[in-house]
Every structure is written in C-alpha cells, then in structure tokens.
C-alpha cells in the first residue's frame, strides 16, 4: 500500500467516519502515487453523501448491477459507479452464451424468483432500452432420427406441432415433443443487451454515468474500524502498465468463474469454491437470398433441446454429441451450444487467472455440433455456412447456487457470482438485488439468505468477530 493511502487507511480508523472527496477532477482511476483525502462511512447505508462504487467485472451480471445501482432512486447525488473489466465489456460468457430464459422453468426452490422477476424484468426492459434480439419464442424437444441426409417435411408429419416446428428443421429427427408454446420463453442475445444497458446509463447530457475501467483487479483495500470488521476503501488493478487503486466505499465482485480470486482480496474472510465449466459453442451465419441478401425471414424463431445423439458415436470420442440447444437468433444467425466435451476447470486454476485471455473452442466440438444441426436440417447441410466457433465458461458453485450478498466482516464489500447456466437469464433480478442490498442494506426483491457467500466458510474462518452470518446480524457468538 503506498503511503498516500496508508495516511488514508489511518484517519478512517482514528474517525472511524469521514466524508469522500477526491483531489482527482476524475473520482475514478487513482494511481497509486496519487493521494485521496477522506472516505464515506460504509457501514451507513442512509448517508447522504455520495457513495463510490466499484463493480469488478463487466459481463452481464456486473453490469446489470451498475445498471440498477445507476436507476435507483436510492443512489445518493454525488455518488458514483466505476465497472472495472480486465478484458472487455461481455468478453467471456456474457458474450458468447445462448440468451435462452424461461420463467416457469426453475425447479421451485430458492432461484424461482429469479428466474420469474427477471423474465419479467426482461420484457420491459428490453422495450425501454430498445433491446432488438429480445423476443419471446417456442421451444420443442428434438429426438435424434435415423442417420439420413434427406430433405424431410417435417411440419407435415407432425401436424399438431406445425405451428411451431421451424422451416429450416428440415431434415432427419426422431420424436418432436413441444417443451414451450412462446408464452414464457424467450431469448436475448447478451452482449446486445450488456451493450444497450451501458448506452443507456451513459446517454448524453445524463452525467453521471457508469464509468469503465480496463484493468485487472489484484486487490481490496480496507482499514479495520472499532467493530474489528474491515472497511472497504479502494479497489487495485493492474492494466498492464501500472497498478493503480479506484477509491471506493463499496465494491461488488461480479467476475464470474473468476470471481474466486476474492478469498485472497478479502484475507480468506470468504471461501468462493467454484468450477468453471468451459464448454464450446458455433454460430451459423443468415441465410442469403438469390441476390445475396441476408434473409432474415427465411429463420423461423423456436429453439430446439436435442436428445442425446448417438448418430455420431457416443463411445466413439471425438464424435459424440450430448444435448445439443439450437438458438436462431433475430438477426438470422444460428447459435449452438451444449455440444459436449466440456473441460472442468478448477477453483486454483481460476484463481490463477486460467482461460481469462483466452478461451479457445475445441475443433473436435465444431465438427461433433456441425455435423448434428446439419443432419437435422436439411436446408443448413445444404447452403448452411459457419461463422465462428468460440468457448466460454460457466461459473458452477458447488451447490449450483449463486453467490449473492455481503462478505462478512467486511464492510462495503459484496459478491455476485455464480449464476451457473442461467446468468443471463437471471441478470436483471441479480442486479436489482444487489443494487437494493448495497444502496438499502437490505434486498426488497429476492431472499438471498440461500446465496450467502459465506456458505462454504467455516465460522472460525469468517472475517470480522463473528457477529455475522453473512449480511445477517446475529449478535455476538460468544
Ligand atoms: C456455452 C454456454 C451457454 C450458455 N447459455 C446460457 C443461456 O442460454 N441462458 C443463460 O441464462 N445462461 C447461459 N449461460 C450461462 C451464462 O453465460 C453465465 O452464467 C453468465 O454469462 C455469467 O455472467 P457473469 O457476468 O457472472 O460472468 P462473465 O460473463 O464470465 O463475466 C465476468 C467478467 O469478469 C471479468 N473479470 C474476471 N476477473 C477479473 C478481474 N480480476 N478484474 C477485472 N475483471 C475481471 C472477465 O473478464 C469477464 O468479463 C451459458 C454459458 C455457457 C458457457
């Protein structure tokens, strides 16, 4: 810590509450040789004065949360919210996922909530931000047929599904069973949405916005205040050049898989165990027309969930294929996920940062799925053209369950992360949430008593004295 801060850090545990002013015309990147002047208390959450927030991680869970910190009335003036992305905004998952969400989908336990707020969320959320890959549509269960390359008229032998049996799944398939009508699932394509929450915060003439920050986050700064808890005071991050700190009263780690990386920035206070599960995926390109336009129309919207395929060899490695998701997309594009051959990708090798930078797809996958889709439609074996493989990862807790809440002991300090393989679709709740949590001290929307980060940590291992149980106070525990 250099001594600017340091000098910092002392005045906060002397006072124990000061007010935040920055000597920067900016509040946002302070380098380390820098100096700030004071810090809001952040164990007040009804302060007026403004509050500087950080949220480390820009994919669609951390922007969803500056989103909703930036609309809420609860904001005080003055305050201010800085996203700190190490890549780019939507550069893992939350730009290479499916989009897919279903609001009766959720199996009734603690994530109900989230995925019915946030559906419904999504709905007017996407007509206010002009979200154009947003969109309600059906979705049918694709049994695997036999191994043919015919040209088969599948609406015409499945009349009770031919409303919503797509044009271009044209080729050969098993049973079709309908999973979804078009009244309660629905797409978006992330990064449209990511992108259209950041245009909308950051409008012209709407100052203040949500400020970005490239650079990676390497650490939290905090002082310790009389209750012995720790007190957020700044955010560090590398950006390849230099290390530099963001003042902040708050930070929300929200960097997925990596979100990890936080039991060593909150001094083990917290234990984060999670898998990233990296998994491939391909996008088909539009059709085009017989002048060479794109023919958006020649797309018909229903998502498709494929059987397991043993077309391709189930035991036959590299060419077996698991249960393939099929997305056409409004834009006409064709996106594919769920191809198998995923890797497992343990809590050490997130913490050191594993597949960060890059995060290549496996070219056995690409052929395994492209040999699937075009068996199964006729019309993109025929004129069908890839347009790009990647792969992402799925931040997995061991208990599926995300981590959402305050990380005890520390204050000013939160999580969330986690959100397994419906991150997008539970993003607007998500972000709600945590925006209610942080700005009210208290969450409105969801009960996130099961998402408590410190689940997995032992209460001897908890930071602070033990007055806590998660964001919950509970008194002294001795
Ligand atoms: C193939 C696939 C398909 C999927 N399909 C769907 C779907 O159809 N519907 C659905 O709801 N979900 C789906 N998911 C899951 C969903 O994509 C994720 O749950 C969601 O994107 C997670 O969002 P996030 O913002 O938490 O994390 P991420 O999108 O992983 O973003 C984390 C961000 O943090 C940044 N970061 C990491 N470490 C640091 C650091 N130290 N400092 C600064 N920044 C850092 C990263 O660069 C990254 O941008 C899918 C996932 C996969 C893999």
Not at 154 to 172: F, T, V, Y
């Amino acid at each position: 810590m250099n001594a600017a801060v340091s000098g910092y850090a002392l005045l906060l545990a002397v006072t124990g509450r000061a007010t935040l002013a920055f000597l920067s015309p900016s509040p946002i990147g302070i380098s380390t040789n820098m100096r700030a002047a004071s810090g809001s208390d952040n164990s007040n959450n009804d302060s007026k004065v403004g509050r500087h927030i950080v949220v480390v991680g820009g994919g669609i869970q951390g922007t969803s949360c500056a989103f909703h910190l930036h609309q809420s009335s609860h904001l005080t003036p003055g305050s201010t919210i800085t996203i700190l992305e190490s890549q780019k905004l939507a550069s893992a998952a939350s730009g290479k996922g499916g989009g897919f969400m279903a609001r009766s989908w959720g199996d009734g336990t603690d994530t109900q909530t989230l995925h019915e707020l946030a559906f419904d969320m999504y709905e007017s959320l996407s007509v206010e931000l002009n979200v154009e890959s947003y969109r309600k549509l059906p979705v049918i269960s694709v049994a695997p047929g036999p191994k043919s390359n015919e040209k088969q008229d599948n609406k015409k032998k499945n009349p009770q599904l031919a409303g919503i049996i797509p044009n271009w799944l044209d080729g050969s398939v098993g049973r079709l069973s309908p999973m979804g009508w078009g009244e309660d699932t629905a797409q978006v394509t992330p990064k449209e949405f990511v992108d259209k929450m950041m245009e909308y915060v950051n409008q012209p003439g709407k100052e203040p916005g949500v400020k970005i920050v490239i650079g990676k986050c390497t650490g939290i700064e905090s002082v310790e205040d009389g209750d012995g808890d720790k007190v957020v005071t700044g955010v560090k991050y590398h950006n390849g050049q230099e290390e530099s700190i963001l003042l902040a009263d708050d930070v929300i780690v929200a960097a997925g898989p990596w979100a990890c990386q936080a039991e060593q920035w909150f001094d083990n206070a917290v234990k984060l165990p999670m898998e990233g599960i990296k998994s491939t995926s391909i996008v088909w390109k539009p059709p085009l027309d017989d002048d060479g336009n794109v023919n958006i129309d020649a797309v018909e919207a229903t998502a498709l969930f494929c059987g397991e395929d043993s077309r391709f060899g189930t035991h036959l490695l590299p060419h077996s294929i698991r249960k393939v998701e099929v997305y056409p997309r409004p834009d006409g594009t064709v996106y594919i996920c769920g191809i198998g051959g995923s890797d497992y990708i343990t809590t050490a090798q997130l913490q050191a940062s594993a597949f960060l930078e890059d995060c290549p797809p496996k070219s056995d996958r690409v052929a395994a799925a492209s040999s699937a889709f075009q068996m199964m439609s006729n019309s993109y074996a025929t004129k069908g053209e890839l347009s790009h493989a990647q792969a992402c990862m799925r931040p997995c807790p061991p208990d599926a369950k995300p981590y959402m809440g305050q990380v005890a002991g520390w204050k000013g300090a939160y999580i969330n992360a986690g959100h397994n393989c419906w991150g997008i679709a539970w993003a607007p709740a998500c972000g709600k949430a945590i925006a209610e949590l942080v700005l009210e001290g208290r969450c409105r929307s969801v009960n996130l008593e099961p998402f408590d980060p410190a689940r997995f940590t032992s209460s001897r291992e908890r930071g602070g004295r033990g007055r806590k149980k998660g964001s919950a106070n509970v008194g002294e525990q001795w």
